[in-house]
């Protein structure tokens, strides 16, 4: 089944820079999440809160990012996600990250997402109507 990309714009500011003048590499996943939890209430309509309301939250079991060029001070980029697949374990998350300006991809990866119960911290079963939900 395929699934909707949606897209977040942010903008780098002074503390995610590093020494070198360039986003520290930390905080590309900053960047996802930030962006995740934007598109999770405002594409999907089921916001974070709606999950932990239920007793989940999602925790990331893999996280793979592929740097490319780097984002500096002021610049404007987009964060573009997407499932990729969803199953009743979790999901994959696909993401890419492009320069607003030079419309050049600074980097691409995916986070796979385990859903856990939030009261033991074990994973779950992700519902039915979870799964149908995000199928968007």
Known sequence: MPYS?????????PDDIDMFQHVHNSKYFDYVLAARYDQMERCYGMAMEKFMERGFGWVIS????????????????IVKTGIE??????C???????????NKVCCDG????VMIDMA????VKVPADVIEHYGI
Do not use: P, Q, S
């Open 92 to 102: 994959r998350v696909a993401f890419t990250l492009t320069n607003k300006a030079t």
């Open 5 to 13: 990309t949606f897209e977040t714009e942010l903008r780098v500011r």
């Open 62 to 77: 893999t996280a793979h990012v592929n740097y490319k060029r780097a984002l500096t001070m002021g610049d404007y980029f």
């Open 110 to 113: 995916y986070f796979d997402y």
């Open 120 to 123: 033991t911290g074990r994973g």
């Open 85 to 90: 697949t969803i199953n009743d374990k979790g």
